[in-house]
């Protein structure tokens, strides 16, 4: 499978942003899918998860309350709602399916990769 991630993007602290990460092929309900960040200088981290048919959901304690993660089968698309943007949020945000149908929040889990999208949030 292959993903496309989109929607980062400059914010202010406070701001939302909604990341969308677009699949090919049309297996992308067999994959439980992920989230995740990278800001400079620090390694790939986890932010949130979400099974293949979106019941369950799971978010690193950074996010949680702020962030939702959602799935959209039949369009092969998976979201990222972020609100209450901290200038902590500020990373490369990463798209990620695993040949799985449940998730984990390790990234060597995870099988396939988007390209990323930069959000940027200022305080």
């Known amino acids: 499978v292959q993903l496309q991630a989109s929607g980062g993007g400059l914010v202010q602290a406070g701001g939302s942003l909604r990341l969308s990460c677009t699949a090919s092929g049309r297996t992308f309900s067999s994959y439980a899918m992920g989230w995740f960040r990278q800001a400079p200088g620090k390694e790939r981290a986890f932010v949130a998860a979400?099974?293949?048919?979106?019941?369950?959901?799971l978010y690193a304690d950074s996010v949680k309350g702020r962030f939702t993660i959602s799935r959209d089968n039949n369009k092969n698309t998976l979201y990222l709602q972020m609100n209450n943007m901290k200038p902590e949020d500020t990373a490369n945000y990463y798209c990620?399916?695993?040949?799985?149908?449940?998730?984990?929040?390790?990234?060597?889990?995870?099988?396939?990769w988007g390209q990323g999208t930069l959000v940027t949030v200022s305080s």
């Open positions: 990620a399916a695993r040949n799985s149908r449940f998730y984990n929040t390790k990234y060597s889990e995870y099988n396939y």
């Open positions: 979400i099974t293949w048919s979106g019941g369950s959901t």
